[in-house]
């Protein structure tokens, strides 16, 4: 079963603006991380964001967590084409022990030049 | 320093059929994941392995074997395909860490359709 899930599904912008994307889980989770897929490639990590943080910045990417309304949020500002991709939200919970992830079913962001 | 690579990229089987997936991590990581996409679904895990000679289930295992006989490699294999087993298989590998905070690294990926 699915952890979390992401909206939108889709989201098309124009170059230059913001792209915000929305990931909800269910389980109590000791990180939270983003991934980008390019089509027809495989997953790139972009960002982790531990349980006890509430907002992480990395380059023009901002991810926040809120435990208690298990959500997460990723802002890619000032996009670029080359951000066109889909992003996918997974988190891991249990400790180190194996480190699995759930993965939510992602968002194609789509930026027009 | 190559990653995560797997082999082969494309494959086409007929229903019945078997076939080994090969994945090579270099970067020395303790535990490795096979996955499956299928559209709309996100990534779902099918095994994983903890360590040299060490398999568990995952999620979605039906139909699926791995062995991991050498650290580097961590073998998926189809001993009977079946047409709904026709998706995209990713491989990823990550260290281990006692706090678990650590990101996964992906293959680009095998893609297998079962005719």
């Known amino acids: 079963s699915q952890q979390g899930e992401e909206d939108p599904q889709a989201l098309s912008i124009q170059e230059g603006e913001n792209a915000t994307m929305n990931c909800s889980y269910k389980?109590?989770?000791?990180?939270l991380q983003w991934y980008r897929q390019n089509s027809g490639r495989g997953l790139v990590h972009l960002i982790l964001?531990?349980?006890?943080?509430r907002e992480k910045h990395s380059g023009r990417l901002r991810v926040t967590l809120d435990t208690s309304k298990k959500s997460s949020s990723l802002l890619i500002t000032a996009s670029r084409a080359a951000d066109t991709a889909s992003y996918f939200c997974?988190?891991?919970?249990?400790?180190?022990?194996?480190?699995?992830?759930?993965f939510g079913t992602g968002t194609l962001l789509a930026v027009q030049p | 320093n190559a990653g995560v690579t797997q082999t082969p990229k494309f494959r086409v089987l007929k229903t019945g059929q078997s076939m080994t997936l090969l994945c090579a991590q270099d970067?020395?990581?303790?535990?490795m994941y096979w996955y499956r996409q299928d559209p709309g679904m996100g990534l779902r895990l099918i095994h994983y392995?903890?360590?040299?000679?060490?398999?568990a289930k995952g999620e979605v295992p039906d139909g699926y074997n791995v062995s991991r006989l050498k650290k580097q490699n961590f073998l998926l294999g189809l001993e009977s395909a079946a047409p709904s087993q026709t998706s995209v298989y990713f491989c990823?590998?990550?260290?281990?860490?006692?706090?678990?905070?650590?990101?996964?690294?992906f293959g680009d990926g095998t893609r297998l359709s079962i005719l």
């Open positions: 964001i531990r349980s006890n943080e």
């Open positions: 389980t109590s989770i000791n990180n």
């Open positions: 392995s903890v360590g040299e000679g060490t398999t």
């Open positions: 990823a590998s990550t260290k281990k860490v006692g706090s678990g905070n650590q990101p996964q690294h």
């Open positions: 970067m020395n990581h303790e535990y």
């Open positions: 997974a988190t891991s919970s249990g400790g180190g022990a194996t480190n699995k992830l759930i």
